[in-house]
């Protein structure tokens, strides 16, 4: 299928995200727009507003108006089969992520390590800092920043990542035919420029609508390796992001405050309630996640492959050595290992020239 008929998929009425993708993989060598009303019916049943408006194409012309608009703003339709589609929304946990998604920029949305920053939109100085400080700090360890580019913290984040040269992804609750807040067209311009990315599942002319908002926030948590609560009150976006991303098996981080402190009673709640992991610094989040430390990375760079390996990285390169070409989720499962580790494991490997990646996000063993 094209991507005309993957946008008007996902312009069918009735037929979800969870939906749909079950449909490609019912029938993924088959044009769904071509399958006999027979097919059609075994799929969905008695659905037949589904059926009638996949048999008639009635979504097409919509869908060609948004093709339309993403080939004049150079906007990337991404669909859940692409290879540029992130990879981390299509793993089994996150069944309920978009189908397809819009993005502008550049921005690598299958970087080895991301990391999601959030907050309440009412920061305070304090919050600020503590984002910039922590951003800074992931630099070190070549992750981009995820936010929702909403005012407060989400703001601070990607300001912070723009300041420090790194990418930055911002998750919009609307289509890529407007900003909001207004105030940040600027900041979405920066991050457009500077090879970061707006990624959205909402196509032009979709309203703001407060609704949105908490559905944008599975985006969010579903492309981070781990997800950080900076400043958040008892209630709000910031804990339904730190919610769902402990839903997708993703850590989350908080920042903890003072006991007094309106915007650090939700931080300190979700520590308290070990629904967050106690955040003091970025090698808190390494150490979690099993990333090498970065003091290490150079020395892991320049050891080569005569050092000793150690054993969970041997056992790595076995499987490797047993197979032609794995992915990560593959290497994961037949490691017996959390997909994190196994990706801290690969990137060792990487590091010290045991082996090297392909096109595809594919690792195979060296010659050595």
């Known amino acids: 299928m094209n991507t005309l008929e993957h946008i008007a998929l996902a312009f069918t009425p009735g037929l979800g995200n969870a939906s749909l993708r079950k449909l490609i993989d019912l029938y993924p060598d088959e044009n769904i727009f071509d399958l006999p009303l027979a097919e059609l019916r075994t799929a969905f049943g008695h659905r037949e507003n589904i059926i009638n408006d996949l048999h008639n194409k009635s979504a ?16 990337r339709p991404l669909f859940f089969t692409d290879a540029d589609y992130p990879a981390r929304l299509n793993r089994p946990e996150c069944d309920d992520c978009p189908a397809l998604l819009y993005a502008l920029g550049s921005a690598d949305l299958n970087a080895e390590r991301a990391i999601a920053i959030v907050g309440t939109r009412r920061a305070t100085h304090a919050g600020r800092d503590n984002t910039a400080q922590l951003v800074q700090q992931l630099k070190a360890y070549n992750t981009p ?27 919009l609750g609307h289509g890529l035919d407007r900003i909001y807040p207004p105030e940040n067209r600027p900041l979405a311009k920066r991050i457009i420029d500077a090879g970061g990315a707006l990624l959205t ?12 908002f908490p559905a ?12 950080i609560v900076v400043e958040a009150s008892e209630k709000g976006g910031a804990l339904i992001t730190a919610a769902i991303a402990s839903s997708y098996q993703r850590d989350v ?21 070990n629904r967050a992991l106690l955040l003091r610094s970025a090698d808190d989040i390494a ?5 090498p430390q970065a003091g290490q990375q ?10 000793p390996i150690p054993p969970a990285e041997q056992k790595v390169l076995d499987i490797l050595r047993q197979h032609d070409r794995l992915a990560l989720d593959e290497v994961a499962s037949l490691a017996g290992l959390p997909l994190p580790k196994a990706a801290a494991l690969l990137f060792n ?17 060296g010659n050595a």
């Open 60 to 75: 097409f012309r919509r869908a060609e108006e948004e093709l339309a608009f993403c080939e004049t703003n150079n906007i």
């Open 145 to 171: 920043i995820v936010s929702g580019l909403a005012y407060g913290i989400d703001t601070a984040a990607h300001s912070a990542a723009l300041d420090q040269g790194m990418p930055t992804v911002a998750v």
């Open 201 to 212: 599942e909402y196509p032009s002319g979709t309203a703001i609508n407060p609704r949105y």
């Open 216 to 227: 944008r926030n599975r985006i969010i948590a579903a492309l981070a390796d781990a997800t």
């Open 253 to 273: 981080f908080a920042v903890p405050g003072r006991l007094t402190d309106t915007y650090s009673r939700g931080t300190n709640n979700l520590i308290a309630t």
């Open 287 to 291: 150490a979690q996640l099993g990333w």
């Open 298 to 307: 150079l020395a892991l760079a320049e050891a080569g492959s005569s050092e």
């Open 349 to 365: 490997l990487e590091m010290s020239k045991r082996i090297h990646t392909l096109p595809g996000h594919l690792y195979q063993a």
